[in-house]
């Protein structure tokens, strides 16, 4: 459970999403956050919290969430994708 949120991980993602999808960013941010409050490495989150961020025009924290999530999940593909799509959309 997340700390204080009631509800799993699984779901305040599903509901970030939703959230981002909405333009609302700063739902999303809160809700990814509360995650990650409670699993500071949790892949999905990390993921997640990187592409708020992006839509945040946040692009230098952006760049360390994605740093992070590849030193806690090195061996993860969909880990090393996401920093090569970042990489391909904003390293010139």
Known sequence: ?????G???ERQLRE????LEAGDTQDADRR???VLGAAPEHRDA???????????AD?????????????????????RHAVLLY???HVR
């Open 46 to 56: 990390l993921l997640m919290l990187a592409e708020v961020q992006q839509a945040q």
């Open 59 to 79: 692009f230098a924290g952006a760049r360390e969430t994605l740093v992070s999530l590849v030193a806690s999940h090195a061996d993860d593909r969909k880990a």
């Open 7 to 9: 509800d799993s991980p």
């Open 32 to 34: 990814v956050r509360a």
């Open 1 to 5: 459970m997340v700390s204080g949120c």
């Open 87 to 89: 990489a391909q959309r």
């Open 16 to 19: 970030a999403r939703l959230a």
